[in-house]
């Protein structure tokens, strides 16, 4: 394929996949959660409002879209390499996936926080609780070895996005991160020395830790299976 057809084609998917993604994203109302920087001059009832939204939009997103997303770009541009599909993830889910983040971190204020411990509270939980559930879908992701020996799991490639994504935030993760991983999945235990050395490292660093033995756990269960 010429060349210069070639880069039209690609730059036509490209547009194509950010104008339906831009779509889904008006759906779910993302355009209302902006706020900048400068949280105090909201009202309280209209803030309370876009937490409310947040929480909403941050699950479909993290749960759902993001991964969705991906699936996509690998279809449309498998033609074009792996480099041109991670390309395409990476331009069209990085910004809404920052704003997402900056959200709850301006949100966190200390002025705030005074004035909306409740619900503040209530954000950290659900972060927290997100970051839990990510770990139990690694522990239990059940789709079968690629035919093509030799080649990375999907899996993997979530794990890495994943990870990535929290550790562009992660001094605000450090704070609300206040509690040890589960190691308990089901009726199977990971143990503690699984983890390393637990000396300094804080409850956000044993997190990604545990999702990273845990998508060990996994593929080596799959390998044994294939």
């Known amino acids: 394929m010429n060349g210069r057809v070639s880069d039209d084609l690609e730059s036509k998917a490209m547009a194509r996949l950010k104008h339906d993604f831009q779509t889904v994203l008006k759906r779910l109302r993302f355009m209302e959660l902006s706020i ?7 009202q309280w009832d209209d ?24 699936q996509i770009c690998g279809q449309i541009f498998e033609g074009f390499g792996v480099e041109s599909i ?26 705030i926080r005074t004035g909306a411990k409740g619900l503040v509270f209530r954000l950290e939980d659900d972060v927290r609780r997100m970051l839990s559930d990510f ?17 990375i799991h999907p899996l993997t490639e979530k ?4 990870i990535n994504l929290t550790l562009s935030h992660k001094k605000l993760l450090t704070n609300w991160i206040n509690s040890m991983p589960p190691l308990k999945f089901g009726d199977q235990m990971i143990p503690e020395e699984e983890l390393g050395d637990l000396n300094g490292r804080s ?3 044993l ?9 060990q756990l996994n593929l080596k269960g799959k390998s044994e299976q294939y």
């Open 135 to 151: 770990e139990k879908s690694v522990f239990h992701e059940l789709s079968p070895i690629p035919e093509d020996r030799g080649a």
């Open 86 to 111: 991670e390309e395409c993830f990476v331009e069209i889910v990085t910004d809404p996936a920052n704003n997402l983040l900056i959200f709850a971190e301006t949100v966190s204020l200390k002025a």
């Open 203 to 205: 409850h956000f660093e």
């Open 36 to 42: 900048g920087r400068d949280a105090e001059r909201f």
């Open 207 to 215: 997190h990604l830790i545990l999702i990273i033995v845990a998508l």
């Open 47 to 70: 803030l309370k409002m876009k937490i409310e939204l947040w929480i909403q939009v941050a699950k479909v997103c993290f749960y759902k879209l993001f991964d969705m997303e991906k």
């Open 159 to 162: 794990v890495i996005d994943y």
